[in-house]
């Protein structure tokens, strides 16, 4: 988090933003300390690692550190969101546990946790499903958070086999909006802000705004149960909404005052993803 402070402070003192400085922010992923029960639960984990190719920061290959508990046969893979690491899944993972013949599989991706990496994207997090699902085992039931459930919506899509099932908890639906969120709490100019979006459609290539579910989704025969707070901040209802009413296939359930990090610790969220995943198994 201390890089993450010099970042903002540096942004709001600043009368003129530079791209490097705002490319900096934007894709630093501030990384949070395991706290004790955390570190017992990755104890008890088996430990891996698998690359992830990075085509678009170092052109080269990435360790990501992979943790698995139990041996059952269905497979279920936690994809955790931005700033964020796989032991944030602890309530979940705990509980999953309990359940017979399941293997549970999550991972930090490049840049979070516990695996290194200067900065992180989307694309990696997308990279680190692939990953999984290429080189480890398929996925029977993917689970993701917040940016992770972005990043599940596209990596899914270009896997051969397709899950049973796919959860999201308040999944980004708008990329280009989130960073603009996110500019605009530090004070980022527009001027800034449009030089960077111009400058990421070069590096990318694609525009920002081509970060979005509404128009990428395509996993129509796929069973999703999607939860959200509708006053989440982060992942507004509005963009969410507009991504419901193309998709009505999807069940959703709202989840009201607990925020967009909270959310994973809410034991009504827990006890409606355990009883879905028991009707597949």
Same mark, same amino acid.
């Given at each position: 988090?201390?890089? =993450?402070? +010099?970042?903002? !402070?540096?942004?709001?003192?600043?009368?003129?933003?530079?791209?490097?400085?705002?490319?900096?922010?934007?894709?630093?992923?501030?990384?949070?300390?395991?706290?004790?029960?955390?570190?017992? =639960?990755?104890?008890?984990?088996?430990?891996?690692?698998?690359?992830?190719?990075?085509?678009?920061?170092?052109?080269?290959?990435?360790?990501?550190?992979?943790?698995?508990?139990?041996?059952?046969?269905? %497979? @279920? @893979?936690?994809?955790?969101?931005? #700033?964020?690491?796989?032991?944030?899944?602890?309530?979940?993972?705990?509980? =999953?546990?309990?359940?017979?013949?399941?293997?549970?599989? #999550?991972?930090?991706?490049?840049?979070?946790?516990?695996?290194?990496?200067?900065?992180?994207?989307?694309?990696? &997090?997308?990279?680190?499903? %692939?990953?999984?699902?290429?080189?480890?085992?398929?996925?029977?039931?993917?689970?993701?958070?917040? =940016?992770?459930?972005?990043? !599940?919506?596209?990596?899914?899509?270009?896997?051969?086999?397709?899950?049973?099932?796919?959860?999201?908890?308040?999944?980004?639906?708008?990329?280009?909006? !989130?960073? +603009?969120?996110?500019?605009?709490?530090?004070? @980022?100019?527009?001027?800034?802000?449009?030089?960077?979006?111009? !400058?990421?459609?070069?590096?990318?290539?694609?525009? #920002?705004?081509?970060?979005?579910? @509404?128009?990428?989704? #395509?996993?129509?025969?796929?069973?999703?149960?999607?939860? &959200?707070?509708?006053?989440?901040?982060?992942?507004?209802?509005?963009?969410?909404?507009?991504?419901?009413?193309?998709?009505?296939?999807?069940?959703? %359930?709202?989840?009201?005052?607990?925020?967009?990090? %909270?959310?994973?610790?809410?034991?009504?969220?827990?006890?409606?993803?355990?009883?879905?995943?028991?009707?597949?198994?």
């Amino acid at each position: 988090m201390k890089k =993450l402070k +010099e970042l903002v !402070n540096a942004l709001k003192i600043s009368a003129n933003h530079t791209d490097a400085q705002i490319r900096e922010f934007i894709f630093y992923s501030p990384k949070m300390p395991l706290r004790l029960h955390q570190e017992q =639960l990755i104890a008890e984990s088996k430990q891996f690692s698998l690359n992830v190719f990075d085509e678009y920061f170092t052109k080269s290959e990435i360790s990501i550190n992979c943790f698995s508990w139990g041996n059952g046969k269905t %497979k @279920v @893979v936690l994809v955790h969101g931005w #700033a964020s690491k796989a032991l944030d899944f602890f309530e979940l993972i705990t509980e =999953l546990r309990k359940i017979d013949d399941l293997e549970i599989i #999550a991972f930090d991706a490049p840049g979070n946790g516990s695996s290194i990496s200067e900065f992180s994207n989307l694309m990696l &997090y997308a990279g680190s499903l %692939k990953a999984i699902a290429l080189n480890y085992t398929e996925p029977d039931i993917v689970i993701g958070h917040s =940016l992770g459930g972005m990043a !599940n919506a596209i990596a899914l899509q270009e896997l051969p086999k397709k899950p049973k099932l796919l959860i999201s908890i308040a999944p980004l639906i708008r990329l280009k909006e !989130n960073f +603009e969120q996110s500019m605009d709490s530090v004070g @980022v100019s527009q001027e800034s802000q449009n030089k960077f979006f111009k !400058n990421f459609a070069t590096e990318f290539p694609v525009p #920002a705004e081509y970060f979005n579910l @509404v128009n990428l989704y #395509a996993l129509e025969g796929i069973p999703h149960f999607l939860a &959200y707070d509708p006053e989440d901040h982060i992942s507004p209802y509005p963009f969410l909404k507009e991504f419901l009413n193309e998709n009505p296939q999807i069940e959703s %359930k709202s989840y009201e005052d607990i925020g967009h990090y %909270k959310i994973l610790k809410s034991p009504d969220l827990i006890e409606d993803i355990l009883l879905k995943i028991k009707a597949r198994i």
